[in-house]
Nanobody, 124 residues
């Protein structure tokens, strides 16, 4: 299984970025896909998750209303549209895949597969 993130980079406060994560080696629509992030010196935290077929979504309070998670099962890809970015969003962002129950979608240890991570830096 491989998860490969793309789309990160440097953006000014108030700007937008869209992260992509392409999965291979798994039956993509069977999996809940999640985004997590880890800022320097801090613990990894949940950002958002999306269910495989039904498409239910869940967000951390810190990103609700600014970030949108979506998926294209035909392309084995999950996206994270990030708007109104601020400096506190600076982190390495990871996508992850799990077949755990939907109730555990915010728990990092419930995820089976992880991408290598991609840097997002919000700075003026």
């Amino acid at each position: 299984v491989q998860l490969v993130e793309s789309g990160g980079g440097l953006v000014q406060p108030g700007g937008s970025l869209r992260l992509s994560c392409r999965a291979s080696g798994l039956t993509f629509n069977y999996y809940i896909m999640g985004w997590f992030r880890q800022a320097s010196g801090k613990e990894r935290e949940f950002v958002a998750a999306i269910r495989g077929i039904a498409g239910n979504t869940k967000y951390a309070d810190s990103v609700k209303g600014r970030f949108t998670i979506s998926r294209d099962n035909a392309k084995n890809t999950v996206y994270l549209q990030m708007n109104s970015l601020n400096v506190e969003d600076t982190a390495v962002y990871y996508c992850a895949a799990t077949r755990t129950s939907w109730n555990s979608n915010a728990i990092g240890s419930a995820y089976d597969y992880w991408g290598q991570g991609i840097q997002v830096t919000v700075s003026s």
